[in-house]
């Protein structure tokens, strides 16, 4: 009866308002980059959103992983809070979003296996998803080969893209066939279910989803490109024809050669001259990735502008979180191998200017 | 039997040498649900050489009873019910495993055989699979292996991946080609020229294209390959039905053995398993655990028997202000515990929460009658449910609760068939005692809606009983499910009646000032809740997002009672459509045969078992929605731990 519009939005509306307001400030930034130590990074989370999830474990056995981990529950619960009350039609992309850390757990399990650890090293690095996942992820590191770990997934929707991808797995021994092609099937469901949402759905969620498309999509191409010198048709086949800003025609000028620079210069016309980034890969790569994720944010920032009841605030809300999470996971392991602040602080997924 | 029976909690203190007898005991007894102690040791206790450590015990017996039940697997014989070995219920590890090791060994060879086959076969299969869709194209595969200047490659591909390897070949030459396809993949023929290769293999390879390599054995066309690689496999699975010949005489051979050595395993496992959860002192052992308080006293005698130096102490629990998960043994008198296991299927009642089975008893089959009212359907599901239920057929055994339930429910179908006059879809046969619901359609909505109301309200109700027995008096006085609640859906259940009849049984002021009232408290609940109970802050984060989101849940509260309440329409809805399938089913038995000859009847009869089949199922599925996501909603948390008393003979006992 209430599916769209003001009738289906107006409760998650105020809930997700609510808890967008509870997202870390940049007062609160400043504070957390600028902590001494780890010891007093998790002093000042404690006084956050975060506090209730860190204040369950006893200080001797917060190490890093577990305080990581912890910060994760707490976005886990604030998913299944706010898928809860979406409504229906809205339920399959906002879930299937979330399912983004799915995909990294099932990534990690197999990295697991690849590396012989042993359960309790790979539930380590697991994202705590609860009931939303059905992932057998124990039984896959303890399966003791990727082949067997792939067959325990039979039934699930990973099933037939890794078994595609098995063949060159077997006669490779790398991983790296087996990830694209989550990665890919992944986006590309994402993309379906998108566009499977009402026209005013739609818009706002090819707004902050899309913008986010484009970042992995660009940042595919630039990377097969530079780090691993791939081909113009392997980079065509590894990435995606379709995003909000970024169109075939801009993936395929990379593959074919252009001046990365120029083709993202053209696509975000506001950043900074970015061919010095391009200079150091290994440094300004990750860089110039938050240069553009920042993007993301101000679209997801937009999103809360204008008419509220679509499924763009929930979306944004969460894209919002999950890169606050990457931030305090960097920021967490910065911290704790006791690195300068000018050494992280580029690298740090944050808006530049949040009021 | 409206809550889970009283436990105890009993801590025993057990000298070292009466270890065995007091385990053998506890287990014998089948009351005693166990805690882990093993932490409660003060001291680092020496093991004296030769024994080991009881969790590293327990772990052997796992491990070899793993290794049977792996066994009996591979000879699909059952595991059957041994019963535990006389006097301590354990067994030498060092007298069992060599037996099972040497049975083990000769099955090995054997499933070592048949699954290289199987691999074989499975190979082939594959290979066969790709290839079977192009039998009748008689293709000819050699001009893969040796080409002159073109290049080819024949495979299978994701569909997902075909325009993007089409667009990843644009700057050269190629000619592309789907051979066959399924819901997901396509086998295709790429070709290009042979100075291509490179790019072609590369663009293959990234899209995810497995080219399809025949083994040299098999060559020429698509067909010949096909029949083929059909006939190999018909030899290995003869080879395989050989093997499987072996195993069955293995089966006979050793099935009985098999099993004793199972129950054997099994209870040294279980013992050692609970004593590796002991704590453990010096001279003495503590041991902690539940048992119901109505058998404290024959435990305590019983375990007094085989030690005369135990220590028992044993503390009744109270439902009141419980920080802990006690295990919960539901009892209900044998005509409700049926229901026992659909109320299991939402959730284990919490050791201080009231057991719903009683109410799910009575309302789920009272709710399938009202929509599935006809006395023909209603005693041929109690038929067919006695006949489930009385375990008299052996192959639906498992089904016998169920069985019950639909007995249950086909009674309540008849009471409802007399009242709605409704026998086998004939309405002009019996007068109805009541209505019947397709001439009285907005009067059977009216009173399913009062049904709900009624319902709900009991919901309410036992919500509050709980909250009162748990001593919570901020979820009693305040949650959308307690006093408040309850206050606010009944004010305006008056404030409808009072727009819909202008009688309301109370005057309006009084209704209006109930409802704004109550739900101002549902408005800030969560924070009268903190007040009451002393918990703070009062309100997490600032107070105007708190009361912006409070002023939406509300809203979503009115919009819950609403559609609660209506959902109950679909009791009447069904009792109509019950009586419009029937019509449609003599309408088509009409046509079929307007004299009302053979076909009629033959219809009539498809008909009806359609409908039993059909919307019986369909009415058992609202049935069991208007309980669980309307009824149950209301009170029942669930969590509660399940009561798993050490037993040698486990999953008989509740």
Not at chain 1, 325 to 336: D, F, H, R
Not at chain 2, 330 to 357: S, W
Not at chain 2, 616 to 635: A, D, H, N, P, T
Request: aromatic share 10%; with cysteine.
């Amino acid at each position: 009866m209430f599916k769209t519009g003001v009738w289906g939005y107006a409760g998650i509306h105020a809930r997700v308002r609510a808890k967008y307001s509870y997202l870390i400030t940049s007062q609160e930034w400043s504070e957390l980059i600028g902590a001494a130590d780890f010891t007093a990074l998790i002093g000042l989370l404690r006084r956050t959103v975060y506090g209730p999830y860190l204040m369950q474990l006893d200080e001797g056995v917060l190490t890093p992983r577990r305080s990581v981990y912890q910060i994760e529950k707490q976005m886990a619960d604030t998913f299944n809070l706010i898928v809860r009350s979406t409504p229906s039609s809205a339920r399959p992309l906002l879930t299937k979003f979330f399912l983004n850390f799915e995909v990294h757990n099932l990534k990690a399990a197999l990295r697991a296996v690849q590396a012989r650890a042993s359960w309790d090293q790979a539930q380590r690095v697991l994202f705590p998803l609860g009931a939303v996942s059905t992932l057998p992820a124990q039984a896959m590191v303890e399966s003791g080969s990727v082949a067997s770990a792939v067959e325990l997934l039979r039934g699930t929707p990973y099933y037939n893209t890794l078994s595609y991808a098995m063949e060159r797995y077997t006669s490779e021994q790398s991983l790296f066939p087996l990830e694209v092609a989550l990665d890919l099937n992944y986006w590309r469901e994402i993309w379906t279910d998108l566009n499977g949402l009402p026209k005013p759905d739609r818009l706002q969620a090819l707004r902050t989803v899309g913008s986010l498309l484009d970042v992995n999509n660009l940042m595919w191409a630039i990377r097969y490109k530079i780090y691993y010198h791939l081909s113009e048709e392997e980079l065509i086949n590894y990435t995606l024809p379709f995003g909000y800003r970024v169109r075939d025609a801009d993936i395929r000028a990379l593959a074919a050669g252009n001046d990365i620079a120029g083709v993202i210069l053209r696509l975000y016309p506001s950043l900074p001259d970015i061919s010095t980034l391009l200079l150091e890969p290994r440094k300004g790569l990750p860089e110039l990735e938050v240069q553009l994720l920042r993007h993301v944010m101000e679209q997801c920032r937009k999103a809360f502008i204008g008419f509220p009841f679509h499924i763009g605030i929930p979306l944004a809300y969460l894209v919002l979180k999950k890169m606050e999470i990457q931030a305090l996971t960097a920021l967490v392991e910065a911290k704790s191998s006791r690195s300068p602040v000018e050494e992280f602080e580029a690298y740090l997924p944050l808006e530049s200017k949040r009021k | 039997m409206f809550y889970p029976q009283e436990m105890s909690q009993v801590q025993l203190i057990i000298p070292a040498r009466d270890l065995m007898a007091v385990t053998r005991e506890l287990a014998d007894q089948g009351v005693f649900h166990q805690i882990d102690g093993s932490n409660l040791a003060l001291e680092p206790v020496k093991i004296p050489r030769p024994h080991k450590p009881w969790p590293e015990v327990a772990a052997a017996y796992a491990s070899l009873e793993r290794r049977i039940l792996g066994i009996l697997q591979t000879l699909t014989i059952e595991q059957g019910l041994t019963p535990a070995p006389e006097g301590t219920g354990i067994v030498e590890l060092d007298q069992v495993q060599p037996l099972v090791e040497q049975i083990d060994q000769q099955v090995k060879r054997v499933r070592e055989q048949i699954s290289e086959e199987q691999k074989q076969l499975d190979e082939l299969q594959g290979l066969y699979h790709q290839l079977e869709p192009l039998a009748d194209k008689d293709l000819d595969l050699e001009t893969l292996r040796a080409t002159g200047y073109i290049y080819s490659i024949l495979g299978v591909i994701p569909h997902a991946n075909v325009d993007r390897l089409r667009t990843s070949l644009e700057r050269i030459p190629f000619v592309f080609e789907t051979l066959h396809q399924d819901e997901e993949t396509a086998i295709v023929w790429l070709s290009g020229l042979k100075r291509d290769r490179e790019i072609l293999d590369r663009a293959a390879r990234s899209a995810y294209l497995n080219p399809l390599v025949l083994p040299e054995a098999y060559s020429g066309t698509s067909t010949a390959v096909v029949r083929a690689l059909g006939k190999k496999m018909e030899d290995i699975r003869q080879q395989m039905a050989e093997q499987g010949k072996v195993l069955t005489g293995i089966r006979e051979e050793r099935g009985d053995q098999l099993q004793t050595l199972l129950g054997q395993v099994r209870s040294s496992r279980i013992l050692t398993e609970a004593m590796s959860r002991f704590g453990r002192f010096r001279y003495t052992y503590l041991i902690s655990g539940w048992v119901p308080a109505n058998r404290v006293t024959e435990f305590e005698q019983g375990l007094k028997g085989v030690s005369k130096n135990i220590l028992v102490e044993s503390l009744a629990i109270q439902r009141a202000h419980l920080h802990e998960n006690i295990p919960v043994v539901l009892h209900n008198a044998g005509l409700f515990r049926p229901f026992q296991t659909l109320v299991t299927t939402y959730g284990q009642p919490r050791y201080e929460e009231m057991d719903p089975t009683f109410l799910m008893a009575v309302s789920f089959p009272l709710l399938f009658g009202a929509m599935f009212g006809d006395i023909g359907h209603g005693l041929l599901l109690a038929l067919l449910g006695v006949l489930l239920g009385s375990r008299s057929v052996r192959a639906l055994r498992s089904m016998a609760n169920f069985g019950w339930i639909i007995a249950y429910c086909g009674v309540f179908s008849v009471i409802f068939g007399f009242l709605y006059g409704n026998i086998f879809g004939f309405e002009n046969i019996l007068k109805p005692l009541f209505i019947r619901p397709m001439n009285s359609i907005l009067e059977s909505m009216i009173l399913a809606i009062g049904v709900g109301i009624v319902l709900l309200s009991i919901g309410y109700l036992v919500f509050i009983v709980n909250a009162l027995m748990a001593r919570e008096w901020g979820k009693l006085l305040f949650d959308h499910h307690g006093v408040a609640g309850l206050v606010l859906y009944w004010s305006l259940i008056g404030l409808a009646v009072e727009v819909a009849t202008k009688h309301a049984p109370v005057p309006l002021v009084i209704l209006g000032i109930a409802a704004l009232i109550s739900g101002l408290l549902l408005t800030f609940s969560e924070l009268l809740d903190r007040l009451v109970e002393g918990h703070r802050p009062l309100v997490d984060g600032d107070l105007p997002s708190y009361a912006a989101a409070s002023f939406f849940e509300l809203f979503e509260v009115l919009i819950g009672l609403l559609s609660n309440s209506i959902s109950y329409v679909r009791v009447a809805a069904f009792a109509i459509a019950h009586a419009g399938l029937s019509a449609v089913v003599f309408i088509l038995a009409t046509l079929i045969s307007p004299s009302h000859g053979f076909g009629y009847w033959a219809v009539v009869v498809l008909g009806n078992l359609f409908i039993i089949g059909f919307e019986g199922m369909i009415v058992g599925i609202q049935s069991m929605r208007l309980e669980f996501y309307e009824l149950f909603s209301k009170f029942f948390k669930g969590g509660g731990m399940r009561y798993e008393p050490l037993t040698l003979q486990p999953k008989i006992q509740e």
